[in-house]
């Protein structure tokens, strides 16, 4: 059988949403290619993300991944010097347009940088309200209550893996497994798992992100728009399950060619490029290793993330 590349991605923003989600679209229909779209359903606040200026690690990840460009100066402004437009309800029409074209839709989250900023350490009763406000804007918008989940920033707390039990989702990719610096895999062996003593299977990411790549300086090179998907098709040249993460407002934008390039190889390599739900089946019936809620670093990333630490 071949393995499978699941494509999940991640949907932060209102122009993400309006621009960067068709083009992804599209692309993923040439190349006959699943995925999984999670949505940012509240308010656009990108702009209150400047307050992470101190977090460690956080000017260099700017300065290496052109946050400007990539994203505008007007979405940079929402939430700071412009109200953040409801993404759920002036994007509506976009979403459903992707879930009639075939694609899984899931939450990504509300307000995408309050929880990304927050929820590690809010109660349970916080945590909630924000769940339930991301479930009612899906019902909304696709007419049926959502399924599964990817968290903002890989960020999670009890409280909110314990809802996933609740509302009966039986699989999300809220984390990421543990990465050495060139993003191989610290141990080839992790793949999806559950949380110790909740159904709910985790999906965890284990290939990095562009963002994660772009300008450092690996194995004597310097990683750029010419050669990081080589790089990463190289991390996947040895076959085996993966999750990808990726971003509409970079791979369904400026980024899209690089994109293109990595589905092109993906397929070469001889990958089945999958939603999560297609995951789900395969790996449903297989006996799945539990994990306590473990946080970690990513290399080329800012801050602690949910993460899966097999040999914690």
Known sequence: MA??????????????????????????AR?????????????????RAMKRALRPGFFSKVSRTSVVEHYGVKTLMYGVLLPGPDIG?????????????????????WDHVLWQDAVRTRDAAWTLRMLERSERRYREVFGQAPH?????????????????????YRYASDGRALLNDDGSLRD????????????????????????????????????DEDNIADHLLALTAQRRDHVYTLHAELEGQKLAP???????????????????????????????????????????RSGELIVLDTHR
């Not at 599964?148 to 960020?155: E, K, R, V």
């Not at 992790?190 to 300008?215: H, K, V």
Request: glycine share 12%.
């Open 3 to 28: 393995p499978l590349l699941v494509l999940k991605i991640d949907v932060d923003t209102y122009r993400g949403t309006r621009e960067g989600v068709p083009n992804l679209a599209r692309m993923l």
């Open 31 to 47: 190349h006959g290619a699943g995925a999984t779209f999670l949505f940012s359903l509240g308010p656009d606040h990108t702009g």
């Open 89 to 109: 309800a002036r994007a509506a029409a976009e979403m459903r347009a992707v879930r009639d074209a075939g694609f899984e839709c899931g939450i990504h989250t």
């Open 148 to 168: 599964t989940h990817g968290a903002a920033g890989w960020q999670m707390n009890e409280a909110a893996f314990a809802r996933h039990d609740d509302a009966g």
């Open 188 to 223: 080839p062996q992790a793949g999806p798992y559950r949380l110790t003593g909740l159904s709910c299977i985790q999906m965890p990411t284990t290939l990095p992100t562009l963002d994660e790549l772009l300008g450092r300086e690996i194995g004597g090179k310097v990683l």
């Open 258 to 300: 690089i994109f293109d390039r990595l589905l092109s190889g993906w397929k070469a390599q001889g990958y089945r490029l999958v939603a999560m739900a297609d995951y789900h089946e395969k790996i449903k019936d297989v006996p799945l290793p539990q994990y306590p809620l473990q946080w970690g670093q990513v290399p080329g």
